[in-house]
T-cell receptor, first 110, second 112 residues
């Protein structure tokens, strides 16, 4: 079956750096996505890794190790507006659907 | 780019009634997806269209659920004989081929 694991909650301080880890066990893996979701809103695409390594996009970076079934999302210079749920999702089944983790609720404090 | 649009935003209905939701994808996106999300969980895949063809359906999609995309543009998701367990947020997403999926704001369904 498909299994995506990520921590349920994390707390960090404004201006700091936080790393959200995700491990996955899936069949037909074709890539790893990270989405941000504020309460009551749609998931918003943040980052996508197909190959091993680091992808950087402004304050957000994502890393993938396919051999270890591991990814992380790195958020730098945290802002209060970064308080949200961060969803790790594997692209599976021939590349046509996303299998999501339960999400990591990040709280940014002063 | 007006984004993925879903209608209605909220639906409250009595158990046993039928409901239908609509999704308008981003215009140039040939792929359309339906997901369901309950509180504290990530979205769960329901079904997927490429143009007008429904190519994959989850085992979560019982025979009370049906989805269509008749002209390869907008899509509808119908739930017949609704049950308490159908209460959830129903999310639609679209993508141009294998590119990242863009989500709509969802339809929140509440079953009384």
């Amino acid at each position: 079956g498909q299994n995506i694991d990520q921590p349920t909650e994390m707390t960090a301080t404004e201006g700091a750096i936080v790393q959200i880890n995700c491990t996955y066990q899936t069949s037909g893996f074709n890539g790893l996505f990270w989405y941000q979701q504020h309460a009551g809103e749609a998931p918003t695409f943040l980052s996508y890794n197909v190959l091993d390594g680091l992808e950087e996009k402004g304050r957000f970076s994502s890393f993938l190790s396919r051999s270890k079934g591991y990814s992380y999302l790195l958020l730098k210079e945290l802002q209060m507006k970064d308080s949200a749920s961060y969803l790790c999702a594997a692209l599976t089944g021939g590349g046509n659907k996303l299998t999501f983790g339960t999400g990591t609720q990040l709280k940014v404090e002063l | 780019d007006t984004g993925v649009s879903q209608d209605p935003r909220h639906k409250i209905t009595k158990r046993g009634q039928n409901v239908t939701f609509r999704c308008d994808p981003i215009s140039e996106h040939n792929r359309l997806y339906w997901y369901r999300q309950t509180l504290g969980q990530g979205p769960e895949f329901l079904t997927y269209f490429q143009n007008e063809a429904q190519l994959e359906k989850s085992r979560l999609l019982s025979d009370r659920f049906s989805a269509e995309r008749p002209k390869g543009s907008f899509s509808t998701l119908e739930i017949q004989r609704t049950e308490q367990g159908d209460s959830a947020m129903y999310l639609c997403a679209s993508s141009p081929g294998d590119q990242p999926q863009h989500f709509g704001d969802g339809t929140r369904l509440s079953i009384l």
